[in-house]
């Protein structure tokens, strides 16, 4: 089987992992998938796959960079603290370990909730504000997904082209 085959399997499962790491933070996201783009430019030494690695980059930059500006945006509308955000990532870890699957996401909104209430003592205020800051997650996630399901997309026509030409 020829390298540039081989190489193209592995770059499709990596860049696999790394969409499901987008969703699942605890594994490399966008980056992976940049990078495995990144490794089949360099061994397909070819233009097709320079500017299928230029354009799958530019989407993954805009990917992560528009997911943490929407983020960073709507958290500062809701005046929601890094502190709160920080106590939602620790109860996520201790999550991930205690409930299988869906730990993660269970861990850190209730520790974002638990957080918000201690800081508001309101506990209908804390619910508002970690519910605004679970959409805004969820939006960076969508939008930092759909980018690099999208570059995902240019990696596949790319590698078409590459073996119809080859």
Known sequence: M????????????????????????VLPGSVLVG????????TV???TGWVIFATGAVL?????????VLTGRRMKRRQVPNRSLLVGAGFA???LFM???VGLFVGF??????????????????????WEALKAAGIGILVECGLACL????????????????
């Not at 909104?109 to 209908?124: K, S």
């Not at 995902?152 to 080859?166: C, P, T």
């Open 2 to 25: 020829a390298v540039s085959v081989i190489v193209a399997i592995v770059c499709a499962a990596l860049i696999l992992v790394g969409i499901i790491g987008v969703i699942v933070p």
């Open 35 to 42: 990078v495995s783009l990144l490794i089949w430019a360099i």
């Open 45 to 47: 030494q070819s233009a």
């Open 60 to 68: 993954v930059t805009a990917g992560m960079t528009s997911s943490a």
């Open 93 to 95: 870890v201790v999550g």
């Open 99 to 101: 409930i299988p699957v």
């Open 109 to 130: 909104a209730l520790g974002l909730l638990l957080a918000e209430y201690r800081r508001q003592r309101d506990f209908r205020a804390a619910v508002d504000s970690s």
């Open 151 to 166: 570059a995902a997309s240019v990696w596949v026509i790319g590698v078409w082209i590459h073996f119809a030409m080859a």
